[in-house]
Each structure stands twice: as C-alpha cells, then as structure tokens.
C-alpha cells in the first residue's frame, strides 16, 4: 500500500462523497446506501481496505461499469485514476482492467 497523508485522506473522502452521490444519481439509492458504510471507517488504511474489499464484488463491479460510463467517479476510477498511489498494485490491476472494459 502507499504512503497516506492527511491531504491524501481529504481527497480519499472527498471522492467517496461524490461517488456515493454518482451511485445514488446513476444506479439506485439503494447501492448507494451500501456503499455509504465508507462514513464508518475513520484511517485511511480501514478506508482503503473497505475500497479494495468492494472492488472484488462483482456486483460492485457493474455498478462501477455502469457509473463510469455515466461519466462519474465510481470506486474503480478512485483506485485506478485518481488515487493509484493508496492502492496495491493487484486492486490497480483488477481496476485498470475493468476500466479499459468501459472504454
């Protein structure tokens, strides 16, 4: 994993909030709501943990397929566009491959 920062944690956050509110506006309220469980987790390293956890799941998957075709910030963009740096680079891999899907 890298090295986390508190500028790093802002961001971290600050795109989880948008993309729950992708996830509400492009897939459903309900996904949505799953997806706000992120607000429990307090270190970066529970949050990067809690991204790379749900972006195993393969209906998380479609969900994140769908939202970036949308054109909105999805986990996968998080982890292999915006922030690479906060992931390992098995969860880059499995997102780079799911982005390239979109394309």
């Not at 790093?8 to 989880?16: A, E, F, G, R, T």
């Not at 897939?27 to 991204?51: D, H, M, P």
């Not at 075709?69 to 491959?97: N, Y």
Request: with cysteine; proline share 1%.
């Amino acid at each position: 994993m890298g090295h986390y920062s508190e500028e790093l944690l802002l961001s971290l956050k600050d795109l989880l909030q948008v993309c729950e509110e992708d996830t509400r506006r492009i897939v459903n309220a309900g996904a949505a709501k799953r997806l706000a469980t992120w607000r429990q987790y307090k270190s970066e390293a529970e949050l990067v943990a809690f991204i790379a956890r749900l972006i195993r799941i393969k209906e998380n998957q479609a969900n994140g397929f769908f939202i970036d075709r949308q054109h909105g910030v999805s986990l996968e963009s998080i982890v292999a566009v915006h922030l690479p740096s906060l992931f390992t680079k098995d969860d880059i891999r499995i997102e780079v491959a799911g982005l390239s899907e979109t394309a």
